[in-house]
T-cell receptor, first 114, second 112 residues
Framework: KAGVTQTPRYLIKTRGQQVTLSCSPI?????VSWYQQTPGQGLQFLFE???????NKGNFPGRFSGRQFSNSRSEMNVSTLELGDSALYLC?????????????FGQGTRLTVV | GESVGLHLPTLSVQEGDNSIINCAYS??????FIWYKQESGKGPQFIID?????DKRQGQRVTVLLNKTVKHLSLQIAATQPGDSAVYFC???????????FGSGTKLNVKP
């Protein structure tokens, strides 16, 4: 069974640009969550999608958005990039939407903003 | 690697010894906990989970202990191996969503 796939693995963008990251969950998983990981703040929850609906959002500005498609694949978008957005963006998929089962992570997308 | 922070606590153990990694969680309402292992360049990997109606759970070479009174989790790794070298995170969940709150992590360094 294929794991969580995130693309691209690495990105370099310039301040002010926007970026879209993609996540394909494990087959059959309908819950997708996104996290930002930085050395200073650690792993922080961005948002969660289930059945194409955003169910929960973390404490991030509106520049961070996402969506989920009918096949459960998810994308997140960051607009007007800032240097501080440089981070590893991780996607996790879960079979159970209730937050009581394993969340499987992808390898992440390393975003560097210059 | 991406998971290493500037101020991550580090635990150094000799190969073959047992390791104990500790985590203090923040919310007394949290009722589900996961330990993750993150190697350099990779995403977090599930190790073991525990629900709040338990105080101990064992897996292969790993044991998680939960003390709800003091909001403390520990991960015990038996016969630590060089392949166990990584950053370990605890994560807690208190809602009926897949929204986990992660600890800051502990770097485990296994000396051969």
């Amino acid at each position: 069974k294929a794991g969580v796939t995130q693309t691209p693995r690495y990105l370099i963008k310039t301040r002010g640009q926007q970026v879209t990251l993609s996540c394909s969950p494990i087959s059959g998983h309908r819950s997708v969550s996104w996290y930002q990981q930085t050395p200073g703040q650690g792993l922080q929850f961005l948002f969660e999608y289930f059945s194409e609906t955003q169910r929960n959002k973390g404490n991030f500005p509106g520049r961070f958005s996402g969506r989920q498609f009918s096949n459960s694949r998810s994308e997140m978008n960051v607009s007007t990039l800032e240097l501080g957005d440089s981070a590893l963006y991780l996607c996790a998929s879960s079979l159970d939407p209730g937050g009581r089962t394993e969340a499987f992570f992808g390898q992440g997308t390393r975003l560097t903003v210059v | 690697g991406e998971s290493v922070g500037l101020h991550l606590p580090t635990l150094s153990v000799q190969e073959g010894d047992n390791s104990i990694i500790n985590c203090a969680y923040s919310n007394s309402a949290s009722d589900y906990f996961i330990w993750y292992k993150q190697e350099s360049g990779k995403g977090p990997q599930f190790i073991i989970d525990i629900r709040s109606n338990m105080d101990k759970r064992q897996g292969q070479r790993v044991t998680v202990l939960l003390n709800k009174t003091v909001k403390h989790l520990s991960l015990q790794i038996a016969a630590t191996q060089p392949g166990d070298s990584a950053v370990y995170f605890c994560a807690e969940n208190k809602d009926n969503f897949n929204k986990f709150y992660f600890g800051s992590g502990t770097k485990l360094n296994v000396k051969p």
